[in-house]
């Protein structure tokens, strides 16, 4: 891909522009408890970018535990409450470093930015950090059929912002959302988490060290 060609971005959005995997974390380690099964930080590594049924299910594997639909829909009611409950308090402040000089960057350049997440309170986190007005395309957790490592959810925002998967540049964090960026034909920057360094185009340890005018 010639550096030159980047015409838009598509951002993930936990991991990415503001930091909820602990959150994520705490609520499903309470679901794990509440069946005895053990979950620890590294199990959580394999849920970043799945959806919470396919997070559940992982979890559920884990311990071998086999429950009914209508339990199974209560449980990621439940873990999605306690999940809310604890990001009330999340603000402009939380934003990971660089992403407000990246997205004002991208804006000063004419360069359409879009989000391509699969939490299904993607829109919620947006408007809890003040950024939902930078991005011309949302696809989230509600928008796909199939979630990532699907490339679904990137494919979907391409389309909505007019280009073609190698015009633009997808930021992840994930093992999962690399794959749906990389099976997508996507140029894919890395971000913060060192586990898929290997799997990126690009890898930064946070957006700071993002040079957009490079690409752009
Ligand atoms: P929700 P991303 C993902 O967001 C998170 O990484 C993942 O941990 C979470 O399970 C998933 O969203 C679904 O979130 O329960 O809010 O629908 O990284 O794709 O922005
Ligand atoms: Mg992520």
């Not at 005895?36 to 849920?47: C, T, V």
């Not at 809310?84 to 930015?113: E, F, R, T, Y």
């Not at 989000?115 to 829109?123: E, M, R």
């Amino acid at each position: 891909m010639s550096k030159t060609r980047i015409k838009g971005l598509l951002f993930d959005l936990d991991g990415v522009l503001v930091s909820t995997e602990q959150n994520h974390f705490h609520a499903w380690k309470s679901i794990a408890d509440k069946y005895q099964i053990s979950f620890d930080e590294l199990d959580n590594e394999r849920l970043k970018g799945m959806s919470r049924g396919d997070s559940l299910k992982i979890i559920l594997e884990l311990g071998d535990i086999l429950i009914s639909e209508d339990e199974f829909n209560d449980l990621l009611h439940l873990k999605n409450q306690i999940y809310l409950d604890s990001i009330q308090k999340l603000n402009q402040k939380d934003l990971l470093p660089g992403v407000l000089a990246l997205l004002n960057k991208a804006k000063s350049k004419n360069i359409p930015c879009g989000l391509g997440s699969s939490s299904k309170n993607a829109k919620t986190i947006l408007n809890l950090v003040e950024i939902e007005t930078y991005f011309d395309s949302i696809i989230d957790g509600n928008g796909v059929e199939f979630p990532k490592p699907n490339s679904e959810v990137f494919l979907n925002g391409a389309m909505e912002l007019g280009l073609t998967p190698n015009e633009i540049i997808v930021f992840e964090d994930a093992e999962s959302g690399v794959k749906a960026g990389k099976d997508g034909g996507f140029f894919v920057v890395g971000v913060g988490n060192i586990h898929i360094k290997k799997s990126v185009d690009v890898f930064v340890s946070s957006l700071l060290d993002f040079n957009l005018d490079e690409y752009a």
